[in-house]
């Protein structure tokens, strides 16, 4: 595949941004400025969202694991990144009301 070894997850960049038109809706770990611009120009979504070793191998491999882990809460030093809505941060007030919305069908 594309992707053979995550050591951190995976950073979505803005390159080729031009060209996408796509409604998409993507987790990451971490995302440039101009990579969530783009993809919400589109129409769809990013949430950056933390996951630890385990966490990133029960996402690659979840036929490896008898029952999936719950996500690891992110360590001190990166909660600000996480709890940050510019950074489209999933711990932040606002993605959590998105993810709520959506749980409820009332949005997308």
Known sequence: GLVSRIPHGVKLLANGSE???VPV????????????AAIENAGGTVTCVHHNRLGLR????PEK????PKN???PPKLMPFYLDYERRGYLSPEIQLRQQKKKLGLSK
């Not at 029960?58 to 491999?61: N, Q, T, V």
């Not at 694991?65 to 999936?68: G, Y």
């Open 19 to 21: 060209e996408f038109d």
């Open 58 to 61: 029960a996402l690659l491999a």
């Open 65 to 68: 694991f008898e029952r999936l």
């Open 72 to 74: 690891a809460k992110p």
């Open 25 to 36: 809706d993507i987790e990451v770990t971490r995302a440039s400025k101009s990579a969530i």
